[in-house]
């Protein structure tokens, strides 16, 4: 291992201290090196607060004169909501700076690197580029693909069942797990679900247990706008947004505005919600991340359209059986293996009794 790989890697896992906290920013960790030794460390926390590259500056000071930069994306060079960076860099009289990979950002894209390169400061790209993309995975889904990085969240029997014949889902998965998904819901910045699991299971879609810098978005996909008033995930616990199409009835629309929501109309496939359309909508409001936790169909069509990027199946040791109990994914189906969606398994653990399996769908 070089020494740019061995400081890059520091700089990763400092940015991953700032996991879920950053968006829509990505997680970036930076370390100042002179004489083989880190004489500056430094993260971006959240956004609107200094980025890792000033941090690391400032703590560095006078020895980071003639220094290297090792920096996990490359440094901004525009005012955004904070002052850019390569002025600061160069200011402190860096000497050489090593990005693991550049920023899709369209205000970027080499901006920050060739402006560096104009003001004298060697440059050095790709450093440990790979372990990069994969910590800010969803950012660059969200700059590169114009919508948010989707994740799904079932929680199954080990005979694939969400759900018995009569409906009954609470609880398949044992606390532990039940804990794992509020962490997971507090980590992204909107929950969506489809009518069905609104009206079968009437969620609250809440982060409990832990404090979040800003309550995710609850979306509902609902073409005609089937959502009870007395819903309550509109009861308080974060912002609403109902997506839905022009045939939805203008009262109950007016019904469920007077309760707090926000009703989006959107364009229709095949009588219901686009949601490519919805993504994209969601990708204009900073929305990063965001959980797609059910139900079946929601899913189907989200596999269709090819808009799944990450699978988390939270299996118990239970077996429910029967031909018409609810699996994770409901839509017409496919003929033949050779149309199933590959799943890359990335991890594996246990919480409590239950198994959770965690996969990446390929673009």
Same mark, same amino acid.
């Given at each position: /291992? ?5 400081? /890059? ?8 201290? #700032? ?7 990505? /997680?970036?960790?930076?370390?100042? +090196? ?46 955004? *909501? !904070? ?12 000497? *050489? ?8 950002? @369209?205000? /970027? ?17 790709? &450093? ?9 995975? &969803?950012?660059?889904?969200?700059? =590169? ?39 997971? *819901?507090?980590?992204?910045? %909107?929950?969506?679900?489809?009518? *069905? ?5 009437? @969620? ?33 616990? $974060?912002? &609403? ?6 045939? #939805? ?19 229709? =496939? ?42 988390? #199946?939270?299996? %118990?040791?239970?077996? +429910? ?5 609810? !699996?994770?994914? $409901?839509?017409?189906?496919? =003929?033949?293996? =050779?149309?199933?969606?590959? +799943? ?20």
């Amino acid at each position: /291992m070089s020494a740019d790989e061995r400081f /890059m890697r520091v700089a990763l896992g400092l940015a991953a201290r #700032a996991r879920g906290q950053t968006r829509p920013n990505p /997680m970036v960790g930076a370390v100042v +090196v002179r004489g083989g030794r880190i004489v500056g460390t430094g993260y971006h926390r959240r956004a609107g607060q200094p980025h890792a590259e000033v941090l690391a500056l400032q703590a560095a000071g006078q020895r980071a004169h003639g220094a290297t930069l090792c920096v996990t994306l490359e440094p901004c060079r525009h005012i955004g *909501r !904070t002052p850019p960076c390569v002025p600061a860099i160069t200011a402190a009289g860096v000497r *050489r700076v090593v990005a693991a990979m550049e920023d899709p950002n @369209p205000r /970027m894209r080499g901006r920050g690197l060739r402006a560096l390169r104009a003001a004298g400061v060697a440059t050095h790209v790709g &450093v440990l580029r790979a372990e990069a993309e994969r910590l800010n995975d &969803v950012y660059l889904t969200w700059r =590169r693909r114009r919508r948010p990085f989707v994740t799904v969240k079932v929680a199954q029997s080990l005979d694939g069942k969400i759900a018995t014949v009569t409906g009954q889902s609470r609880w398949i998965s044992g606390p532990a797990a039940r804990r794992y998904v509020h962490a997971l *819901r507090g980590s992204v910045d %909107a929950i969506a679900v489809g009518i *069905r699991t609104v009206l079968a299971d009437d @969620p609250r879609l809440t982060v409990r247990g832990r404090a979040v810098v800003r309550p995710p978005l609850k979306v509902v996909v609902d073409s005609m706008l089937r959502t009870p008033p007395t819903a309550r995930l509109l009861a308080g616990g $974060g912002p &609403v947004l109902i997506a839905t199409t022009a045939r #939805a009835s203008s009262a109950r629309r007016r019904a469920l505005e007077a309760r707090g929501a926000e009703v989006l109309v959107l364009p229709s =496939r095949a009588g219901h919600v686009d949601l490519r359309a919805l993504l994209r909508s969601l990708a204009h409001r900073e929305i990063a991340h965001l959980l797609l936790e059910g139900g079946g169909e929601l899913i189907a069509a989200a596999l269709r359209d090819r808009l799944v990027d990450r699978w988390i #199946a939270i299996i %118990a040791p239970t077996l +429910v059986g029967g031909r018409a109990a609810p !699996t994770p994914v $409901g839509g017409a189906g496919i =003929r033949t293996l =050779r149309q199933a969606v590959p +799943v890359q398994v990335t991890a594996w653990s246990r919480l409590g009794d239950d198994l959770v399996v965690e996969g990446r769908i390929p673009a």
